[in-house]
Nanobody, 123 residues
Framework: QVQLVESGGGSVQAGGSLRLSCTAS?????MAWFRQAPGKEREGVAY????????NYADSAKGRFTISQDNAKNTVYLQMNSLKPEDTAMYYC???????????????????WGRGTQVTVSS
């Protein structure tokens, strides 16, 4: 059984930065970060293939967010820079998607999910 624990959320002003962490227990592969704002559907933000290190990003995240991993710590990070109020959402870590990077980011076909960490960006 895989467990995912997110941390690092908080409140920042527009233009600020946050780094989210997701520490996993158990066997994991193909991890991603999703987010869900109130009244909106959950959307993929960033994906990483934990074997190859290949990544994929939503258009809204490109150039501002970076997903990375520390295999020794079984942890995936999401560095978020130049944050905007529209980035405000609950951010979820997900693990173990059996598809390629495009499909994994486009649809939440992951076997395991964390409980989420709140990110609030004020203008």
């Amino acid at each position: 059984q895989v467990q995912l624990v997110e941390s690092g959320g908080g409140s920042v002003q527009a233009g600020g930065s946050l780094r989210l962490s997701c520490t996993a227990s158990g066997s994991i592969y193909n991890m991603a970060w999703f987010r869900q704002a109130p009244g909106k559907e959950r959307e993929g933000v960033a994906y990483i293939n934990t074997d190859s290190g290949n990544t994929n990003y939503a258009d809204s995240a490109k150039g501002r967010f970076t997903i990375s991993q520390d295999n020794a710590k079984n942890t995936v990070y999401l560095q978020m820079n130049s944050l905007k109020p529209e980035d405000t959402a609950m951010y979820y870590c997900a693990a173990n998607c059996p598809y390629g990077r495009s499909r994994c980011l486009a649809s939440p076909a992951f076997a395991y999910w964390g409980r989420g960490t709140q990110v609030t960006v004020s203008s």
